[in-house]
């Protein structure tokens, strides 16, 4: 490589230094959450997946540990996933189109220190809840998500702290 004309050799590499730029770019802008925001609903994407929640099916919207919270009608967890934008842009950027935005969880107050066989929690809850303490100790990001997201659908909303993890049930739910 030494022995090559030097010009062709820096003309080279910055051709494959921008190319490289280019394609971590796309990368990141493809992992990044993308939020449209109208007065009726937002339109949530992020890899190639695309939600969109209607706004009377929002009751809170807030920003947690740089992640994005959206809770629905009976404080269930709509939505959560990691949000780059400063906390100040996207409470305006609610506020504009009259989304009911807090500056922390309005119910964090109901949470509890959830503990193997924890009583309040059914069974099946708490045999969700053990197998995603397991993978977050594995350090399996992903599954520990796909568990988060099926608890929520039992209504379970969860608060992850460096202690553990901190647990309470959508109103209705028993």
Known sequence: IASLNSLWISIVATIIGISVGILLTLIIFNESLEITITFENLRLKINDKV????????????????????????????????FDTKKETAREAFNHYHYPWYEKDPY??????????HPDFPEKINALLYAREHTLKEGKKADAKYLQMELAKLGVVIRDDNNGQYVRLAKGID
């Open 108 to 117: 964090k107050s109901l949470y509890q220190r959830w503990v193997l066989g």
């Open 51 to 82: 939600e969109t929640i209607d706004k009377k099916n929002i009751s809170a919207i807030y920003t947690e540990n740089n992640q994005l919270v959206i809770l629905g009608e009976s404080s269930n967890q709509l939505y959560r996933e990691v």
